[in-house]
């Protein structure tokens, strides 16, 4: 999804950086040099963790909130637990990798 479809829809959106974690889009940051796949299994699974905390902390809870994540599928594995285990209904638009597991437990923390 592209940013003018994310404002056309009227709906809240962000951004999710390897780095930053979860942004909103009028936040300034320095630029990436890391992605997720560079990083440990350790580090996606804390990742994931803040990512869904921040989200919580800007909307509120996500008992029966959808939420797409459009992203690679280092993104989405451990950050689709762990929202569903937040109470959000998930959906993606990745179409590299459109059977994601939705029924994996949250990953295991380190």
Known sequence: MSRADAEASGSSWFVLSAEHGLLAPHEWISPDARTLDEME?????EWSSWVVARL?????????????VDAPAEFIGPLFADLQEAGALVATGNLLHPHVRRDEPAAQRC
Do not use: E, F, K, T
Not at 41 to 45: F, H, K, M, Q, V
Not at 58 to 65: P, Q
């Open 41 to 45: 299994p350790c580090y996606r699974a």
């Open 56 to 68: 919580i902390s800007l909307v509120g809870r996500l008992d029966g909130m959808s939420v797409r």
